[in-house]
């Protein structure tokens, strides 16, 4: 399926600091979602985004879907501890039926 | 409320056996999916059903795997004869297009370790 590029690959910030990370596509996609796992469990929906310029939030955490459909971007603000995981974007292809593409995921470690 | 249901948790054999991987959706969901993890190639959609039926395979690696789905509240992913590279985490999850098809419930997981 189409490969979506997320970024950072990684990231270590300290406690109360903002996160922001992002995932780009070459196509154009219908939706756009953010999950979030946690180690030795499956992924976790965190936001669903489903029109494009649509900005929505769910506590600490906002996401865009882009203007060009083609890009979406996370935010957390003041993270703490319980926010560490991996966070993965996914987004659903206009062609592709019910299937969803999976970013490589943002490593995120947050340091008290 | 219980949510997607996937047995076993861990699974380690031998290269060559025969791998069974269970899933159970959610009560009333009508489109199950199955997806392959690893490190390099993150989050990969194998093959997922609508109402027991599969509607895209492409994703199968190669004939050396099959799933079936038998009924509405059970789906299996076999593996035979399993290789060392098809050690993975291996995650079933389920949706409902009444609401949003967009929106899949993943199960934990069954992390597959072929020696």
């Not at chain 1, 990231?11 to 780009?24: A, L, P, Y």
């Not at chain 1, 469990?41 to 669903?48: F, H, K, N, R, T």
């Not at chain 2, 959610?26 to 199955?34: A, E, K, N, R």
Request: charged share 15%; net charge negative; proline share 6%.
């Amino acid at each position: 399926g189409q490969q979506l590029n997320q970024s950072p690959q990684s990231m270590f910030i300290q406690e109360g600091e903002d996160v922001s990370m992002n995932c780009t596509s070459s196509s154009i996609f219908n939706t756009w979602l953010w999950y979030k796992q946690d180690p030795g469990e499956g992924p976790v929906l965190l936001i669903a985004l489903y029109k494009a310029g649509e900005l929505t939030s769910n506590g600490r955490l906002t996401a865009q879907f882009g203007i060009t459909r083609k890009d979406s971007f996370l935010n957390i603000s003041a993270s703490i501890p319980s926010d560490v995981g991996i966070y993965f974007c996914a987004g659903q292809p206009s062609n592709s039926g019910y299937a969803l593409n999976f970013g490589k995921g943002t490593s995120l470690l947050v340091t008290p | 409320d219980a949510g997607v249901i996937q047995s076993p948790r861990h699974e380690v054999t031998e290269m060559g056996q025969e791998v069974t991987l269970r899933c159970k959706p959610i009560s009333g969901h009508d489109y199950l999916f199955w997806y392959r993890q690893t490190m390099m190639r993150g989050l990969e959609l194998l093959i997922y059903f609508n109402n027991n039926v599969p509607i895209d395979d492409s994703g199968m690696p190669e004939d050396r795997f099959s799933a079936k789905m038998p009924n509405a509240s059970f789906s299996t992913l076999k593996i035979q004869p399993s290789e060392p590279r098809d050690s993975a985490v291996y995650f079933c999850a389920s949706s409902f297009e009444g609401t949003s098809t967009d929106t899949q419930y993943f199960g934990p997981g069954t992390r597959l370790t072929v020696l």
